[in-house]
DNA sequence: TATTTTTGTTCTCTTTTTGTTCTCGTTTTA
DNA sequence: TAAAACGAGAACAAAAAGAGAACAAAAATA
């Protein structure tokens, strides 16, 4: 993001805020046309040295493949002033208590995914061995399904959430504690519904010392 | 900030407060329209005596970059409450690998003090234990003194830097990992600076999947 | 399949914007 | 009263922005 001119800014923050809204990724044209211009040429300028910058894709030479952003900027440059919603506290064997008064919190861009996240407290030591820790804030990507290894909330008949590792096997699903004082669970799919994935974790120290 | 002019705080601070984000720096006459003024060579000659300042990054001679904060305006005047610089990584037995381009991440409140905070990137695995991994982002408020028991950032003999337990008795200090597989370390006062006390911690767990 | 339209790409040319340097008058401050 | 701060405005060069034409490949259409 060094060497850009104003206009190249402008346009990448459009492209940014408008990625949505162009159902896939825009023309030349079709930028040129929501930013006012008249010259194809002159666009292509610009996303080329977005391009130059690593903040948009680059295309196959003359194939219309699209104009995206690059990883770098989503993970730099998106959505990174925009908070998440920080639902409740989780603790095993009970289910997500949820607050009333929902809070937003910012967080910075690389401890979530680009896809929906919200925020949640641990209560216990059930994952301590994972770095995980009682009081700890976790943030979690919502999604109903889970690949074995990864850390997830799980909603157990319904009734008790709780954050652990996740085995699946034809007809069973194992929920796995990162802690030796505690057995696993043996649970069947219908038992057991995912809720989220784990994909950021936070911690303070200030409310160590307060206590 | 002492020896600018009125002018020259009032024009900072509207940038500050305005401007923050290098997303829409303002040109010399947008600087005008905004604050009431006509002459673009008179904001010129204020905007010069802010870079003197340190206040307001240089710009390459009748390069149109942009007008935007300092490291230093960002890290003593702008609300904490938005962004801590991300200084570099900390591994026990080096010296902390300082960035050349310094990037500000946003965090949230909770996670840091009220003292000037700033952010490092862990590597290894002497601090396990107590939940701190390889990979992880700590926050450290900076301070030249520590109470015992507090996780520090050390600097020992001037030339190495590590994240420590700490416990100072007269004329001894011990720096203490928490890792079973590595000892305790027993300096002379003289020989530890301490640089800064871990008050939050960050980890993402999407870096983990993409390896 | 043949033809039309769209799209990326490369040019050249003109206009606008911007930083920069001056000089000169006015206001504020010591 | 003198110096410092402030501001207006002119002038200039370089950079940036934009228009628009032309062309080939790709995509869409008949």
Redesign the pocket.
């Known amino acids: 993001m060094n060497e850009l001119?104003?206009?190249?800014r402008e346009i990448f923050y459009f492209l940014r805020d408008n990625y949505e809204s162009f159902a896939h990724s825009p023309?030349?044209?079709?930028l040129?046309a929501a930013l006012g211009?008249?010259?194809?040429?002159?666009m292509?300028?610009?996303i080329m040295a977005l391009i130059a910058a690593d903040l948009i894709e680059p295309?196959?030479?003359?194939?219309?493949g699209?104009?995206r952003l690059s990883a770098k900027a989503q993970r730099d440059y998106t959505a990174c002033e925009h908070s998440l919603p920080f639902v409740g506290k989780i603790a095993a064997g009970k289910p997500i208590e949820a607050l009333e008064n929902i809070n937003y919190m910012p967080v910075p861009a690389m401890l979530k995914s680009d896809k929906p996240c919200y925020v949640l407290q641990v209560q216990g030591d059930s994952m301590v061995e994972a770095g995980i820790f009682d009081g700890d804030w976790v943030i979690i990507e919502q999604r109903s399904y889970a690949n074995n290894g990864e850390i997830v909330v799980a909603l157990i008949e319904k009734s008790e959430a709780t954050l652990k590792y996740i085995e699946q096997s034809p007809g069973k699903v194992l929920l796995i504690p990162a802690n030796a004082n505690m057995a696993a669970m043996v649970y069947c799919p219908e038992q057991v519904e995912i809720q989220g994935v784990l994909v950021g974790q936070m911690r303070s120290y200030r409310s160590l010392l307060s206590k």
């Open positions: 001119t104003r206009r190249q023309t030349l044209d079709q040129c211009m008249a010259s194809r040429g002159s292509y300028k610009h295309f196959a030479s003359n194939k219309q699209g104009i």
